[in-house]
């Protein structure tokens, strides 16, 4: 029974439609990997799931209709966006910005014991608490994003491009990371990626976008057999 | 600059015009009807109407310079009536005071203007958006006292009385007639410029300047260098409206230019429709007839319906008037396919 | 000497009108980006509101809290109604709906109150504090004061509340914080409605010494444009600093500098903005990456 | 999107010279007047019949001055009144056309020719304030139309030459501080004068007449500091002047920065001198703000009767204004001093036309200079107007008044300034 059911998503900006009726699931803890080439709709696509765009098609979380809501109420259902560049708010300090991913959580307590919890995954933002978002690397800055999404105990995570601008070295890391969080957490993930190696490392299913529909589903061990991505997607051959 | 207000920007930057040759024939049909209708309407219409398209005119031209400015460098200007009154009163000064056969006034004027704004662009071009629209309107709050200041030269606040160009007898023209077309032939020649110039390399390192100053900058546009030319041109149309205004008027004082006058002509531009060749001419009638029309309505408080008219104008056109014209227009062939 | 530091009290008195007003300013762009040119006339119409109370029989300080209810709800209902509609467009488009609300309001005014001057009463004592030769009004203490007042509320309410970080990160990145969850339209709002409540503050203010007409506001915008401008746009404390060195400057160089005169006093600000500006262009108390429009 | 926005600004001029097109009226449009016979034949009667007359109005209904556009309502209360209850002037209806020019020269320029030519009146009944008034003479005085009793204070009105359709109603500035002059060289002869003026026509010209009428005696002005209208106060000026250990203030200013300056005054204890006040800023409604025991012994001078001095109150002409405000002006404060200006103007011009040899502009433009002690109920007793073929100024009688308890109280002689000085003059 899949947590995240997407059923004939249609979105755009103005006249100009972007995805085309997109149609799929993703179990409850599991992680779903969203590859494609540039301009495929990969970015709309998770824009459409969290509000940011007007749709048409349905796309619900553990039954509840996400479609057609204001981002606003889409986070209240639990779900997490870490956006392309990030979303920082860079004049705030680190701790700010933590505290306002938990925006419309209520208990202090709770709030509280999951900065903690945040600080395990990523020791470097306890130190830097009293400092401004802006001044951090871009590595510290997707780590606050993340740090900021779980801030919110999501059902569901969407991750735009998590490696953009990122070392390599870096990179491995957070995705590293990001699997422990939803190892630990149970928490849903969609994540859109550039780089589908590593989005294949860590996902259980996979689904190529190619200009707003898509192409190919299926696990992630098929699709990285699958030839054709391998060419485009994977940067060489089986 | 947050991601939200980036995008808006890029929204708001007039779409590029396709030119298929349909719309380039339509365009040029629809500027030779207007240029007749311009040349036939002073010899049909009263005097009076013709006074006030002259006005629309002047007005025109100096929200041409406005345009130039806002809708085609992106720079907020709230100061444009301080060199209205500076190409007015040069010229005020040279017929007063040297003499000067009227027609010559308005080079000068133009060059005064243009090395004012030379001058304040230089230092004006370093601020952007909000604060160079701050500066911009406390030089034209400090332009009236200034003037004030300088009796001997500017009159004071009695201002300089003048007499109006007359035609010349071979004309058979009447005065208003004369001045119409005076203001005809500077309105077109300015338009003609500025069309130029927009189609230029000029134009295409303003346009870059507006949608991205780092990607411009990138690109290897010299910023400051266009901006400030952008601000000097600019305040050379103003110039140039405000000495056809003196031949027009007949009469400067400090009084004809306070601040309101820059706030009208700023809300003159963008109600008109700001980077679009028509916005100016949209916005001068805006300028000239939106409060008389006012009063009529209310004239017991002709402001409420002023600022209700501004505001309802935007809410239909928020791109001005010049986009909605284009918006309406574009709805009819569409219905018919 | 002492006629020195009468001439800077004087000219303290004349910023802290500028800084409660440049308050006003400085909240609303600190959340939109926008200039609100209407401010100085809103702030305006409150004082006619607590005025008409006033007169109606309501005692001072009931009026006040009324107006200041009234006030907040009003700056919400006009962002919901005149501002939303035009959300969105460029940002050019909502200041000239600004300009229009500006003369809106201005002539509603005057249509509904006339435009003879009124009596507003002074909450502080008429007297003044000497010391030595030196004479300080109670009300430019009063003015001060309050000025102060409000702007350790609004830290308070920014720094240590949840409300207040949420209207901060509207203010940074409206976007972003829709994918918080925070809902960014009742906050710009909220943020309008706060505006306008410091507006009417600023107006009770400055109605007693100025005499409530409908361009009672008209020439302070003026100079609280300058003191924001010279501290910060997105700074409430570099407003208020920035509109007492407005005050203090203007009056100096109108008494001192020969050339300048009482005529030419304006022309002070202006000097002062464009020095700043040009040295630091985000202001005295400014962010540098606030640098928006 | 360009193309067709032209092609609708075409369109759109299209309908503006359509429309235009349809009711232009020539330069030789007579307007529906009758031709005037007899001694008064050849003379302009457009804008008015045997039963009618068209008068238009130009006043600042928008913007920072509006607070003038009070007078028209005044005006058109008399007018009213007169066409209900008088039949009219002389059996003439009184149509009175009001336009707004925010006071803004160019458009004072546009609403001149819009009621000359298109509302074709027959005469500009008041354009207010100075840049106004002259941005519109050259034109009246070429279409030789009368612009009579212009509401603002200048001399020039009188004293041009060249501009024989226009012409003032007021008195002019340099008459008033002639007054004040006149009383300190009897009372104060060593007075030392501090001044705060409008940094505009109006102030330059009381504060110029003023030094010009002092000369030569042993008063002088030892400080003087002016304010633009825009600033928000004058709290720095006042604090120079107190320095200047001067015994006389004179304040020349319009209502707002009057009460500003009362204020003031009345706020520093240190500084006690005699405080004249013009009489722009001198109605009851700009003390009454101030509180009436903080201007205790103010001075100011005056020529018409302020409705809110109780002494009018039993007076017959205050009591018909009350009493016709009410009827048809309803909902507004005969109070305001601008509605009784408006009624003791509108009363002038009524006086005048009762005077005219033909009813034509002609007639006006040479009745409103040959005025013979014309009295106006409205104006104080033993005030009057008078003109004369080198005398412009209706009014230059002023009466001294000073504040006491709730009220101004006038005392001494009414002042003639033109048998005291001759013309006025600003040279």
Aim: glycine share 12%.
């Amino acid at each position: 029974m899949s947590d995240l059911v997407v059923d004939g998503l249609v979105a755009g900006y103005g006249d100009v439609r972007v995805l085309h009726g997109v149609s799929f699931g993703v179990k409850q803890g599991e992680v779903c990997a969203i590859l494609g080439p540039n301009g495929a709709g990969k970015t709309t696509l998770l824009r459409a799931l969290s509000g940011m765009v007007r749709t048409r098609g349905t796309a619900t979380l553990g039954g509840t209709e996400l479609a057609g809501r204001s981002p606003d109420t889409v986070a209240r259902l639990g779900v997490a966006h870490v956006p392309e560049g990030r979303g920082t708010f860079m004049p705030l300090t680190v701790e700010d910005n933590l505290r306002l991913g938990a925006f419309v959580r209520r208990g202090r307590a709770e709030i509280e014991a999951d900065l903690d919890r945040i600080f395990t995954y990523f020791p470097v933002l306890k130190t830097r608490l009293k400092q401004e978002a802006g001044s951090l690397s871009g590595g510290e800055q997707q780590m606050l994003a993340l740090g900021r999404a779980l801030m919110l105990r999501p059902r569901l995570l969407l991750l735009d491009e998590p490696s953009l601008g990122l070392a390599p070295l870096v990179t491995r890391e957070l995705f590293r990371i990001v699997q422990a969080i939803n190892a630990e957490e149970q928490t849903t993930v969609v994540v859109v990626e550039q780089n589908a190696h590593l989005a294949l490392g860590i996902a259980q299913q996979a689904h190529v976008l190619e200009t707003g529909r898509i192409v190919l589903s299926g696990t992630a061990e098929e699709i990285r057999a699958d030839e054709q991505v391998a060419q485009s997607y994977l940067g060489y051959r089986v | 600059m947050t991601e939200s207000t980036k995008t808006d920007e890029k929204t708001s930057a007039p779409p590029a015009t396709v030119k298929t040759p349909a719309a380039t024939r339509w365009r040029w049909g629809a500027l030779a009807v207007l240029l007749v209708l311009a040349v036939y309407a002073p010899f049909q219409l009263a005097p009076f109407y013709v006074f006030q398209l002259t006005m629309v005119l002047v007005y025109a031209v100096a929200l041409l310079g406005l345009n130039l400015l806002v809708g085609h460098a992106g720079q907020i200007s709230l100061g444009h009536g301080a060199f209205f009154a500076i190409g007015a009163y040069t010229a005020a000064i040279l017929m007063e005071r040297a003499a000067l056969p009227y027609p010559l006034t308005l080079p000068v004027a133009a060059a005064v203007a243009f090395l004012i704004g030379l001058g304040l662009g230089v230092p004006a071009m370093r601020l952007r958006g909000l604060y160079l629209a701050l500066v911009t309107l406390a030089i034209a709050i400090f332009l009236v006292p200034l003037l004030k200041r300088f009796e001997e030269l500017t009159g004071g606040s009695m201002g300089l009385t003048l007499a109006k160009p007359q035609p010349p007898a071979w004309t058979g023209l009447a005065e208003d007639q004369w001045l119409y077309f005076i203001a005809l032939i500077v309105a077109v020649g300015t338009f003609l410029l500025v069309a130029s110039l927009l189609r230029s390399r000029v134009g295409r390192a303003l346009h870059a300047v507006r949608d991205n100053e780092i990607a411009a900058e990138v690109m290897g546009v010299r910023l400051s260098f266009y901006k400030t030319l952008a601000f000097a041109w600019s305040a050379m149309l103003a110039g140039v409206a405000g000495s056809v205004y003196t031949w027009v008027i007949g009469f400067v004082s400090p009084d004809s230019f306070t601040v309101n006058l820059s706030i009208n002509l700023l809300a003159g531009i963008v109600v008109g429709g700001l980077g679009s060749l028509s916005g100016p001419v949209l916005g001068g009638l805006f300028v000239m007839f939106v409060p008389s029309i006012s009063q009529d309505i209310n004239d017991a408080a002709p402001g409420v319906i002023f600022g209700l008219l501004i505001i309802a104008v935007m809410y239909v056109a928020p791109t001005g008037l010049a986009g909605l014209a284009g918006r309406l227009i574009k709805k009819i062939p569409r219905k018919k396919e | 000497m002492a006629g020195f530091l009468q001439q800077i009290v004087t000219g303290l008195g004349a910023g802290a009108i500028y800084a409660s007003l440049a308050l006003a300013l400085v909240l609303i762009y600190q959340f939109t980006g926008i200039v609100n040119f209407a401010q100085g006339e809103l702030a305006m119409f409150s004082t006619y509101i607590a005025w008409t109370l006033v007169a109606a029989g309501v005692s001072f300080w009931l009026a006040l809290v009324i107006t200041l209810v009234v006030s907040f709800a009003g700056g919400m209902l006009i962002e919901r109604i005149v501002i939303r509609p035009v959300e969105g467009a460029p940002e050019l488009t909502i200041v000239i709906v600004t300009v229009g609300l500006f003369i809106f309001v201005n002539a509603a005014a005057g249509w509904i109150w006339t435009f003879l001057i009124k009596d507003f009463p002074n909450p502080f004592p008429g007297g003044a504090l000497e010391l030595g030769a030196v004479t300080v009004n109670f009300s430019t203490l009063g003015v001060l004061g309050v000025v102060g007042l409000v702007m350790g509320l609004l830290y308070l309410l920014f720094q240590h509340t949840k409300i207040g970080l949420g209207m901060r990160a509207v203010a940074t990145n409206p976007a972003s914080a829709r994918l918080v969850g925070i809902r960014v339209g009742w906050t710009l709002a909220l943020g309008w409605g706060l505006a306008a409540t410091v507006g009417a503050v600023s107006g009770v203010l400055v109605a007693p010494l100025l005499f409530l007409e409908p361009n009672m506001m008209a020439g302070v915008l003026i100079y609280a444009f300058a003191a924001a401008t010279l501290g910060g746009f997105d700074s409430p404390v570099g407003a208020v600093i920035g509109g007492l060195i407005v005050g203090v400057a203007e009056t100096l160089a109108g008494a001192y500098v020969g050339f300048i005169g009482s005529d030419l006093k304006i022309g002070v600000p202006l000097l002062i903005i464009l020095a700043v500006l040009l040295l630091r262009p985000q202001g005295l108390f400014g962010r540098a990456a606030v640098e928006r429009a | 999107m360009r193309v067709s926005a032209i092609g609708c600004t075409a369109l759109l001029l299209l309908a503006v010279a359509a429309c235009g097109g349809r009711d232009s009226g020539g330069e030789t449009a007579t307007g529906g007047g009758t031709a005037a016979a007899g001694q008064c034949a050849g003379q302009q009667t457009t804008g008015t019949t045997d039963t009618s007359i068209k008068l238009g109005g130009i006043y600042p209904l928008s913007g920072p001055a509006s607070a003038y556009g009070d007078i028209p309502t005044g005006i058109k209360a008399y007018f009213d009144y007169v066409n209900a209850e008088q039949g009219g002037i002389d059996g003439r209806k009184v149509e009175f056309v009001v336009r707004d020019d925010g006071y803004s020269p160019p458009k004072a320029v546009e609403e001149a020719r819009r009621l000359v030519e298109q509302e074709q009146v027959f005469a500009l009944f008041q354009t207010l304030g100075t840049p106004s008034t002259t941005a519109v003479w050259d034109y009246t005085n070429q279409r030789k139309v009368p612009q009579v009793f212009v509401a603002t204070g200048a001399s020039q009105w009188g004293s041009n030459t060249e501009h024989p359709w226009t012409i003032g109603w007021q008195p002019d500035y340099v008459s008033e501080a002639r007054v004040y002059a006149q009383y300190l060289k009897e009372e104060r002869p060593d007075a030392k004068v501090a001044a705060l003026y409008q940094n505009d026509d109006f102030g330059k010209d009381l504060l110029g007449g003023f030094k010009k009428a002092i000369e030569g005696t042993g008063i002088q002005v030892v400080a003087e500091e002016s304010y633009e209208v825009a600033d928000p106060t004058v709290d720095a000026q006042m604090g120079n002047l107190a320095g200047s250990g001067a015994d006389v203030f004179l304040n020349i200013t319009t209502p707002k920065f009057g009460a500003l300056a009362l204020a003031a005054d009345a706020k520093n204890t240190k500084w006690n001198p005699l405080h004249i006040v013009n009489n722009v800023a001198a109605s009851r409604t700009v003390l009454e703000p101030v509180g009436f025991e903080n201007v205790q012994g103010v001075m100011s001078a005056t020529y018409y009767k302020d409705p809110n001095d109780p002494t009018w109150d039993d007076d017959a002409e205050m009591k018909l204004y009350k009493q016709k405000m009410q009827q048809y002006a309803a909902g507004k404060d005969p109070n305001i001093p601008y509605h009784a200006f408006g009624w003791a103007a509108a009363s002038s011009f009524h006086k005048a036309m009762d005077a005219v040899a033909c009813p034509t502009r002609e007639g006006l433009r040479d009745s409103v200079r040959n005025l013979n002690n014309v009295e106006v109920p409205m104006l104080l007793p033993g005030i009057t107007m008078k003109t004369g073929p080198d005398d412009g100024f209706p009014i230059e009688s002023m009466q001294l008044m000073e504040f006491k308890g709730e009220r101004w109280e006038l005392f001494g002689e009414v002042i003639d300034t033109r048998a005291e000085f001759g013309p006025p003059t600003t040279e």
